[in-house]
């Protein structure tokens, strides 16, 4: 199941490159279109979080990103208030997949980028999807 869903959750983004979210905004996060794209602004950490509107519980999410080669997060962990995963992504264009297991009893997932292969801080992410099972 598609978590990254309106019916599902809120999403919720730590910045937007000049707070120009017509064209950089979270809308852009899993919109299916391969030439938009979520575009934070500089500093660190950034961070997509995903409030949803029950409590989900998961034996495994698996966690799909494409990145802007430069501008990838890195030491980056999938949070929320019972756990924190680090997960360790590559600065590339190609679209990189993470698994989790174990994921009970949460309403609100974040994930974090502590930091961002730009030297200003900032990421670009053009697709993103996490699938629960």
């Known amino acids: 199941m ?3 869903n309106k019916e599902l959750c809120k999403i919720l983004v730590s910045s937007v490159l000049d707070q120009n979210g017509k064209e950089y905004g979270k809308q ?3 919109d299916g279109n391969e030439d938009t794209c979520w575009y934070s602004d500089q500093g660190n950490p950034q961070y997509i979080k995903l409030r949803f509107f029950e409590k989900q519980s998961f034996s ?5 990103v ?3 080669g430069g501008f990838a997060g890195e030491k980056c962990a999938l949070n929320s208030s019972s756990f924190s995963m680090p997960f360790h992504p590559k600065d590339s264009n190609n679209i990189q997949e993470f698994e989790f297991e174990e994921l009970e009893d949460f309403e609100e997932l974040q994930l974090v980028f502590n930091s961002s292969s ?4 900032r990421v670009i992410i053009y697709q993103l999807s996490l699938i629960g099972s």
């Open 2 to 4: 598609e978590l990254i």
């Open 28 to 30: 852009f996060l899993n």
């Open 60 to 64: 495994k999410l698996k966690l799909q």
């Open 66 to 68: 494409q990145f802007q």
């Open 118 to 121: 730009d030297f200003y801080g």
